[in-house]
């Protein structure tokens, strides 16, 4: 038998493999039961207006603060991690590696609880500003790196023309190597928009009002007074809802980086 053949037959078995097991799903599922648990009209129209005013609001509020926190913070600690300084480069260092290497709920649970004890004061905003500066902290640490990347992928000719002009380094980082590193980092940078989006799910751990609820403690609290799914459906349709256009944003712009490259 050909290759050509074989491929063919095995592309095809894969495909009906793959529509065998679907169609087995759909037949033994109890869909009756998935709509009455997870999909009560009912009980999704007394979710709103607040899912959108209170829940959604405060995820997407919760988010840019995050992102332009961590945002400055990475800029500061790349310009740090690349510095001649030693002192500066070590300190850069430590900061993304421990930021990086903890799990972000406990970052966000120290911020809240164990930061406000050691120290005898609260941040500014209560538990859920603490747990946001948390989440600013984690935020910076991935930035940092992703920003270093985009500085260094800048060719050294870019400096070098600027230097010979008679711009200081400080101009020429500020004026020619930043804007084009950004211009280079866009797509990751817009990855972890997304994913911060998704982390702001685990500000639950600080606590918080009716009034700073996000979507998953939200939907969580209404599937726990309600006894049904559907407020949890509900909250994960809004998330794709803001995560699915800006993934495709993102191939976007990888596509188009890859066809100026």
Do not use: H
């Amino acid at each position: 038998m050909r290759l050509t053949t074989r491929r063919r037959l095995t592309r095809i078995g894969l495909y009906v493999l793959f529509f065998a097991v679907l169609a087995t799903v759909a037949v033994l599922a109890d869909w009756e039961r998935i709509a009455s648990q997870f999909f009560q009209w009912d009980i999704a129209r007394d979710q709103f207006p607040q899912i959108i005013t209170i829940a959604l609001k405060n995820t997407v509020l919760f988010t840019l603060i995050a992102f332009v926190g961590g945002l400055l913070l990475g800029i500061v600690f790349a310009l740090m991690k690349l510095s001649s300084v030693g002192p500066y480069r070590w300190f850069a260092t430590a900061w993304i590696e421990l930021f990086r290497g903890l799990p972000a709920l406990l970052t966000i649970f120290a911020m809240a609880y164990v930061v406000p004890i050691a120290l005898g004061f609260r941040l500014p905003g209560g538990n859920v500003g603490a747990g946001l500066v948390g989440l600013i902290f984690v935020a910076s640490a991935y930035m940092a790196e992703v920003i270093r990347a985009g500085i260094q992928a800048v060719p050294r000719g870019q400096n070098e023309a600027a230097r010979s002009l008679g711009m200081s380094p400080a101009t020429t980082m500020m004026r020619i190597v930043l804007p084009q590193g950004f211009r280079i980092i866009i797509p990751p940078l817009t990855n972890e928009f997304v994913l911060l989006l998704k982390d702001t799910s685990l500000l639950f751990i600080a606590g918080s009002t009716v009034l700073t609820k996000e979507l998953t403690t939200f939907a969580r609290d209404g599937q726990t007074t309600t006894g049904n799914g559907t407020p949890l459906v509900m909250g994960a349709m809004l998330y794709l809802l803001i995560t699915i256009p800006l993934t495709r944003l993102v191939a976007v712009l990888e596509r188009r980086m890859a066809r100026g490259r």
